[in-house]
């Protein structure tokens, strides 16, 4: 997914992402994210297990997207068969 985003193949699905979300996908599996929180006036350390944490929340929501069907590329999001009924 990551390889498909940095060619710019991967924009016909907006995931919505958070900040910290995207950035704990996008730094990869080894990665630290820190963020700034100001209300303890320190920063929280996000690692692997939040990434899991995010990468099974983007499975769950393309599961849900899919609604059992496969997704086919275009010009919106459509289904494979409707694809080959010209829709």
Known sequence: MLQLIH???CDALGLGL???A???VCSGPRSEVR???PK???YQVFGLADRI???VGIGKQLAR???GRPLWP???TRTSSDASAGG
Do not use: I, K, N, Q
């Open 40 to 42: 303890t006036e320190d």
């Open 65 to 67: 997207t899919e609604a």
């Open 22 to 24: 995207r950035a704990l």
């Open 74 to 76: 275009g010009d919106s």
């Open 53 to 55: 944490e995010v990468l």
């Open 18 to 20: 958070l900040p910290r």
């Open 7 to 9: 060619d710019h193949a």
């Open 35 to 37: 963020a700034y929180d």
